[in-house]
């Protein structure tokens, strides 16, 4: 794995790529891309950050795993490729969204549109093997995206963060809530939506944010 990833994250994240754990993660990850399927494809495993680049941060949505199904993944957290068929969890997620500010469901589930806008959408593992549900978890992604986190947290000030589950909320713990907004609900997915997530209005409760902040709303 070559690590390219556009130039601002590259200055922040530059000591965590020397680190050895992340270079134990870097031989790992090229190994299963040269003997597995894996996804997403490698050029788009910093999708995320290619995207939203770390001075236009203003949102950070946090997800799990990328999805582990054929031209699902595409490097940005719940994201699918245009054409592919929308996921249950991001079919919740656009519910949600047309309950709370009335937008219609979009016809693709691909959520460049956010990232550009500044919504940093960044799984907590960045790689996975087709068809093997959290088969890269614990080989170090884990430790780079805390960091990552960590270096918003410290070097940003009014961000939202989206925390949409147990995972997420712990992911997410040591996030300074003085100086950030942080928004906690159930994960969107069928299994759990009904239980704080369908009712949360996190979409408007990010843009009154941003815009008593200055910042422009996102065009959900």
Same mark, same amino acid.
């Given at each position: *794995?070559? +690590?390219?990833?556009e130039?601002?994250?590259? =200055?922040?994240?530059?000591?965590?790529?020397e680190?050895?754990?992340?270079?134990?993660l870097?031989?790992?990850?090229?190994? !299963?891309?040269?003997?597995?399927? +894996?996804?997403p494809a490698g050029s788009?495993?910093?999708?995320?950050?290619? *995207?939203?680049?770390?001075?236009? +941060?203003k949102? +950070?949505?946090?997800g799990? %795993?990328?999805?582990h199904g054929?031209?699902?993944?595409n490097?940005?957290?719940?994201?699918v490729s %245009?054409?592919?068929?929308?996921?249950?969890?991001?079919?919740?997620?656009f519910?949600?969204?047309?309950?709370?500010? $009335?937008? %219609?469901m979009?016809?693709?589930?691909?959520?460049?549109?956010?990232?550009?806008? $500044?919504?940093?959408?960044? =799984?907590?593992?960045?790689?996975?093997?087709?068809g =093997?549900?959290?088969?890269h978890?614990?080989k170090?992604?884990? !430790?780079?995206?805390?960091?990552?986190?960590?270096?918003?947290? !410290?070097?940003?000030?009014?961000?939202?963060?989206l925390?949409w $589950?147990?995972y997420?909320?712990?992911?997410g713990?040591?996030? =300074?809530?003085?100086?950030?907004?942080v928004l906690?609900a159930a994960h969107?997915?069928?299994?759990?939506?009904?239980r704080?997530?369908?009712?949360?209005?996190?979409f408007?409760k990010?843009?009154?944010?941003?815009?008593?902040?200055?910042?422009?709303p996102?065009?959900?």
């Amino acid at each position: *794995m070559n +690590v390219k990833i556009e130039e601002s994250w590259q =200055n922040i994240l530059q000591e965590e790529f020397e680190k050895p754990y992340f270079k134990q993660l870097a031989s790992f990850v090229k190994d !299963e891309y040269a003997s597995q399927k +894996v996804f997403p494809a490698g050029s788009q495993i910093f999708n995320a950050f290619q *995207m939203c680049p770390f001075d236009k +941060v203003k949102v +950070v949505i946090l997800g799990q %795993d990328p999805y582990h199904g054929p031209n699902q993944a595409n490097g940005l957290a719940f994201s699918v490729s %245009d054409k592919v068929r929308t996921p249950p969890s991001l079919l919740n997620i656009f519910k949600e969204i047309k309950a709370d500010i $009335g937008k %219609d469901m979009p016809a693709s589930g691909n959520l460049e549109r956010w990232a550009q806008q $500044g919504v940093l959408l960044l =799984n907590a593992t960045l790689t996975v093997r087709a068809g =093997n549900a959290g088969s890269h978890q614990k080989k170090g992604w884990e !430790e780079f995206t805390d960091a990552v986190i960590q270096k918003i947290n !410290e070097q940003k000030e009014h961000i939202v963060f989206l925390l949409w $589950g147990a995972y997420a909320q712990k992911k997410g713990a040591f996030i =300074n809530e003085q100086k950030h907004l942080v928004l906690k609900a159930a994960h969107p997915s069928p299994f759990a939506a009904d239980r704080g997530f369908f009712g949360s209005r996190h979409f408007s409760k990010t843009n009154k944010y941003l815009d008593e902040h200055g910042e422009k709303p996102i065009e959900w």
